[in-house]
């Protein structure tokens, strides 16, 4: 089944430390996106990508970075986390026609 | 840019009720697609409804959208609410490139 699978699920770090999230989709999509969640202000992109090499700067990019190593993998990178990262994050792909978009589970990250 | 609001941060109703949540949106594209997405605790966020067609009503699992580009619009609604629906509701907008999603609805049925 087709599907976007994220990890860690759960990841706590001290302030500037340096974290990596992971995100792969076995749905052939060409597309692929990091949000973050916060309460109050939902689901915020962060970058995103058309296919692998590419990236894209989303709407609150400080402080990540991001790489698109294959057409299945995703990482967001946190070089120097700041305790204002704690948040949901989740990975989504799409295809080229950009008719729905499949999320992944979410990776919980705490800094402390 | 492009930008989505949703006016209700929560949205408390008994169950039975008719549902309505907000949704408008900005763009300066007018090839506007717009999407409710439905994210239940401990879950991943999914697709509810889709819509680019204007003034056209999309349906799906009970609740119902249209789109409306002279208002710039697309509200959820749903005639009974039951229990199940308690959930988070995203709006989101795609033109060109990635959608954006709006602040979200928390919605919370009560018996």
């Known amino acids: 089944e087709a599907a976007v699978t994220q990890s860690p699920r759960n990841k706590v770090t001290v302030t500037g430390g340096n974290v990596t999230l992971s995100c792969r989709q076995t749905?052939?999509?060409?597309?692929m996106y990091w949000y973050r969640q916060d309460t109050g202000h939902g689901l915020r992109l962060i970058h995103y990508s058309y296919g692998a090499g590419n990236l894209q700067i989303g709407d609150v990019p400080d402080g990540y970075k991001a790489t698109r190593t294959t057409q299945e993998d995703f990482f967001l990178l946190l070089e120097l986390a700041s305790p204002s990262q704690t948040s949901l994050y989740f990975c989504a792909s799409s295809d080229v026609g950009c008719s729905d978009y499949t999320f992944g589970s979410g990776t919980r990250l705490l800094v402390i | 840019g492009d930008s989505v609001t949703q006016k209700e941060g929560l949205v408390t109703l008994t169950e039975g009720l008719p549902v309505m949540l907000n949704c408008t949106y900005q763009t300066i594209y007018s090839n506007a697609f717009l999407f409710w997405y439905v994210h239940y605790l401990n879950e991943s966020p999914r697709l509810l409804l889709k819509s680019s067609t204007d003034n056209k009503r999309t349906e799906h699992q009970g609740f119902h959208a249209t789109l409306h580009k002279s208002s710039s619009s697309f509200h959820l609604q749903k005639s009974s609410a039951q229990l199940s629906d308690s959930a988070l509701y995203y709006c989101a907008l795609r033109n060109n490139n990635a959608p954006r999603f709006g602040a979200g609805t928390k919605l919370s049925v009560k018996p």
């Open positions: 749905n052939s999509h060409n597309y």
